[in-house]
């Protein structure tokens, strides 16, 4: 008995021990992980259940130059139910006349909410959804609704705020405009002006503090944000509505009936250098077009003809040509170092002046005369394009700008048949915009000044920063020259290859352009390409506007001259922007007044002032003037006829009284 006692008892102790080493173990345990390891738990918890989310700020708008709206952030809410944190009492109190008010607003019946809140509350959910993509005046109402209107902690309301880029003007200048985005990996890209302008645009985003619930859910701890997010500056662009609407749909309507490749068209305006439209189109699989890819400002392509502006100007400015410089075309084909080149014209144009050789466009007839002048310098001809920063990119905020192409000798591209070449427009290459900033300088009497497109950045009411036009080259060549160079590209349009787009009631002045394009492939004969364009300015006389239009191959079936392809576009932007914005005459005043009308103003004068109480002589006077006089004498006229007075029933010199009656019987 007493051994097995103490057997018993020897085990108990084993057993305390045990007990007390593990309580021991237990407490070391826990006192390491309450004051060792205990922040590192409770932030690894608050981490699995708390998370900081960002806020994007709204960002800034872009205005057109008017202050229409070109694209802007919409805030869009969505509106979602806590189930569980609604006392009872609230919840069955407020659960009927809050059902009857999303059924108004929403549109489905009453009971289908009341069964799906009383669901949600079944379930406990905390994360239903009510109602998404709320414009801001929607859910500032769905706010008040019963039970909603006691906050998200009594009433279950979560509310999740998001923003939306739109552009009111729809597809019209979309690319111009351009975007900011960031991709799952981080990686930004930046189009257009919103991608130029986004440091000013982006604002500064917020912070919100979320409790993770279930299924992965994540639910706002308050109504409020922890830090508010910044709105971006406003932009305001130099776009013109009406004239980008003018020219995109000019451009579309082209591209569609000569079934072309793409295209686009610059408005710029001329003493500014603001840039008022810029449309570019290119063609879908099914046939659609919209705006892709800035090929105004990006896609770099040998211009053509349009280049021979160019040539023709350097020639003259450096006084080696004038515009009655005779050239021999002969029959319109002529071999240059072993390549034949051509005119448009069967028979080709003869002899003619280098003026009319722009005039008619001659391939032949500027080749000869570059070719024949500076052959044995051909250095001298490319320093005065290289003057006229022909040869490197303007530099404009927006990204992506394509850059020229110009060979020069010791270039692997150079030959004896670059120089021929590049006097018609090919062997370089140049961006729609870059060629139209040299015509723009024609236009503005050689005053070259860079193409911008914003002229402000705001906040509210107040500038942040201002745009001013700037001036890359103040003269690129002389007065002369550049007179001599307007009068031809106004004759191109009046007797040149661009008489179709001649119009009596607005002047137009410049250039058509048909340049082969990828003639370098084997399909070339069988398969025929061609960019088509115009660049120029209007009016002629006094420029306000310059503009270029690019067509890239169109159906050679329907045609492919720049005159019937790209110059009809040119001619209907210029025909609707001087039907908006007509040309008003100006009435000089006369610097001395008519002698008859001054006499007669002052007998009139006299006579008035005598008559106070006597009736006045009226006989001979126009019925009008006899009626006013009368009247503020205060007789009452009675009149026969029409014409001058020739009787009057009151005899002059009589006296009268106030409402008298008078009669005039007028001739």
Not at 485 to 511: C, H, I, P, W
């Amino acid at each position: 008995m007493a051994v097995n006692e103490k057997h018993i008892l020897s085990r108990l102790y084993f057993v305390a021990g045990a007990l007390f080493v593990f309580a021991l173990l237990i407490t070391i345990q826990l006192v390491k992980i309450q004051f060792v390891e205990g922040d590192q738990y409770r932030e690894l918890a608050q981490e699995n259940t708390l998370k900081n989310f960002v806020i994007p700020a709204n960002r800034g708008n872009v205005y057109a130059d008017d202050g229409s709206l070109l694209a802007t952030s919409v805030p869009k809410y969505e509106i979602r139910f806590d189930a569980v944190t609604v006392s009872n009492a609230v919840f069955e109190e407020n659960l009927v006349p809050l059902s009857k008010e999303l059924a108004k607003m929403l549109g489905k019946t009453p009971a289908y909410y009341q069964q799906r809140l009383r669901k949600a509350r079944q379930n406990k959910n905390r994360y239903l959804l009510i109602a998404r993509n709320l414009g801001y005046s929607d859910y500032v109402k769905i706010k008040g609704f019963p039970m909603f209107e006691k906050g998200p902690f009594k009433g279950g309301i979560i509310v999740d705020q998001s923003t939306r880029r739109e552009h009111p003007l729809g597809e019209v200048g979309r690319r111009t405009i351009g975007y900011e985005r960031t991709d799952e990996n981080g990686f930004i890209t930046r189009i257009g002006l919103e991608g130029a302008y986004g440091s000013f645009l982006r604002g500064k985003e917020g912070r919100r503090m979320k409790q993770k619930i279930a299924k992965g859910q994540w639910k706002p701890l308050s109504d409020d944000n922890e830090i508010e997010p910044q709105d971006g500056f406003d932009v305001v662009t130099t776009i013109n509505v009406n004239i980008q609407d003018i020219a995109h749909h000019a451009l579309l309507r082209q591209l569609e009936y000569y079934e072309a490749e793409h295209g686009c068209v610059i408005v710029m305006d001329v003493k500014t250098g603001a840039i008022k439209a810029v449309s570019n189109l290119g063609r879908t699989s099914d046939g659609k077009y919209y705006e892709a890819y800035n090929y105004a400002v990006g896609e770099a392509h040998e211009p053509g003809s349009t280049f021979k502006v160019m040539a023709f100007a350097a020639a003259l400015e450096d006084q080696v040509i004038d515009t009655s410089t005779v050239v021999e075309t002969g029959r319109g084909a002529y071999t240059f170092y072993g390549r034949r080149i051509r005119d448009s014209k069967t028979g080709g144009y003869g002899t003619i002046s280098a003026a009319r050789a722009l005039e008619v466009s001659s391939n032949i007839g500027l080749a000869r005369l570059i070719d024949e002048n500076y052959k044995d310098d051909p250095e001298r001809f490319i320093k005065i394009l290289e003057g006229w920063n022909l040869d490197k990119p303007i530099g404009i905020s927006i990204q992506g700008e394509g850059s020229p192409d110009m060979p020069k000798p010791g270039n692997s591209k150079w030959s004896r048949n670059a120089l021929p070449s590049m006097a018609y427009g090919y062997g370089l290459t140049l961006t729609p915009l870059q060629t139209l900033t040299f015509y723009n300088a024609i236009a503005n009497d050689g005053v070259m000044v860079k193409p911008y497109f914003i002229s402000e950045v705001r906040t509210w009411n107040r500038a942040i920063e201002t745009f001013e036009p700037e001036v890359i080259n103040p003269a690129i060549c002389s007065k002369s020259t550049i007179s001599k160079v307007q009068a031809v590209l106004e004759n191109v349009v009046k007797r040149g290859t661009g008489d179709g787009l001649y119009s009596d009631y607005f002047s137009m002045a410049g250039k058509t352009g048909t340049a082969q394009t990828e003639y370098w492939e084997s399909d070339w004969e069988e398969n025929k390409r061609y960019i088509s364009s115009f660049a120029g300015y209007f009016p002629a006389d006094d420029p306000k506007y310059s503009c270029i239009v690019i067509i890239h191959k169109p159906s050679t079936k329907k045609g492919y001259y720049g005159a019937d392809v790209s110059g009809p576009v040119f001619k209907r932007i210029a025909q609707k922007i001087y039907t908006d914005v007509p040309v008003m005459d100006e009435v000089k005043i006369l610097d001395e007044p008519s002698q008859q009308v001054a006499g007669d103003f002052e007998k009139y004068y006299a006579m008035a002032q005598k008559a106070a109480k006597q009736v006045p002589n009226v006989k001979g006077m126009a019925g009008m003037d006899a009626v006013a006089l009368l009247e503020n004498m205060g007789l009452e006229v009675i009149l026969i006829g029409n014409g001058n007075v020739i009787q009057q029933s009151i005899d002059s010199g009589t006296s009268f009284r106030e409402g008298q009656k008078i009669t005039l019987t007028l001739s």
